[in-house]
C-alpha cells in the first residue's frame, strides 16, 4: 500500500483535487459514488446475499463509508485506510456510524459479507497487490464478496481525469484481466465483470443505455464482483 505521508498531504483538499480533475464530466465525486454503491447494492441483490457487515477498503475522509451503511442496509461498515489524517477526517465526518482504523490495527477476522473497494489498486505498488487481495480475503467470511472498482485505462476520458488528478498522475493502472487474475490467483470465483459511466453529463440524456453497455469495455470505470470461497 501507499505510504501514508503520499494520502495525508491531501487529507483536506482531497475533495477539491478529485473534483477538479473530474469537472470535464460535468459531475462531482458524489455523484459517481452513489452510483457504485447503487451498482454493488444491485448486484447483492441479484446474487440474495446480505450485506450486515461491510468492509470499506482504502476508505479515504469516509464518505462512501456512510454510503455503504445506507445503501446497503449494513448493521455495521468498517473504514480502512493508511492515512491517518484522511481517518481523522473520516471519524469527525461519519465516526458515529462506522469505525475506521488503519490496515495495521485492524485485524482481520473473517466477519465481512461484504467488501467495497475503489481506486485503491492503482496505487499499490504492483509487486504488493497480492498481499493486498490476501489481506481482504481475510477479512472475508466463506463465501463474502468482494466488489473491485477501478479506473477503467481503455477508456480516454479516464486518462485524461486521471493525469488532470495530481495523485492519480503517476498510477499504475489495472485493466479488468489484470484485476479479475488477481483475485483468481487467491482462489476467488469471479462472478461478473460490469463497465459503468460512459456518457458526461452533457450526454446524461444517454444514460439510459448504460443499462445495456455493462459488458461493453469502455465506461470509465469497471467493478469486478468476486466471491471468496465457502471452504
Known amino acids: 500500500m501507499s505510504d501514508s505521508a503520499e494520502f495525508d498531504r491531501f487529507a483536506d483538499n482531497y475533495d477539491e483535487c478529485l473534483n477538479d480533475a473530474l469537472a470535464a464530466s460535468g459531475e462531482t465525486k458524489e455523484f459517481f459514488a452513489q452510483a457504485r454503491v447503487e451498482w ?15 468492509l470499506d477498503y482504502g476508505c479515504g475522509t469516509g464518505d462512501t463509508t456512510q454510503l455503504l451503511r445506507e445503501l446497503l442496509g449494513s448493521e455495521s461498515v468498517l473504514g480502512l485506510d493508511v492515512s491517518t489524517l484522511s481517518l481523522e477526517r473520516a471519524r469527525a465526518r461519519h465516526g458515529g456510524h462506522a469505525r475506521f482504523q488503519t490496515f495495521a490495527e485492524y485485524s482481520p477476522d473473517g466477519s465481512v459479507d461484504v467488501a467495497y473497494c475503489n481506486g485503491v489498486f492503482h496505487h499499490i505498488p504492483v509487486a504488493e497487490r497480492t498481499d493486498a487481495i490476501r489481506y481482504i480475503s481475510r477479512c472475508l467470511r466463506p463465501g463474502g464478496l468482494f466488489g473491485l472498482w477501478e479506473n477503467n485505462p481503455w477508456n480516454p476520458g479516464t486518462q485524461y481525469v486521471m493525469h488532470k488528478c495530481e495523485f492519480d498522475r503517476d498510477a499504475v493502472k489495472l485493466t479488468p484481466p489484470e484485476a479479475a487474475g488477481l483475485l483468481r490467483q487467491e482462489a476467488f470465483e469471479i462472478l461478473r465483470t460490469d463497465f459503468r459511466f460512459f456518457f ?15 459488458k461493453f469495455p469502455l465506461g470509465g470505470q469497471y467493478q469486478v464482483l468476486a466471491r471468496k470461497p465457502i471452504r
Open 40 to 54: 454493488l447494492a444491485r448486484c447483492l441483490k441479484q446474487y440474495g446475499h446480505a450485506a450486515r457487515h461491510a
Open 200 to 214: 458526461p453529463r452533457a450526454l446524461k440524456m444517454m444514460r439510459p443505455a448504460e443499462w445495456w453497455l455493462t
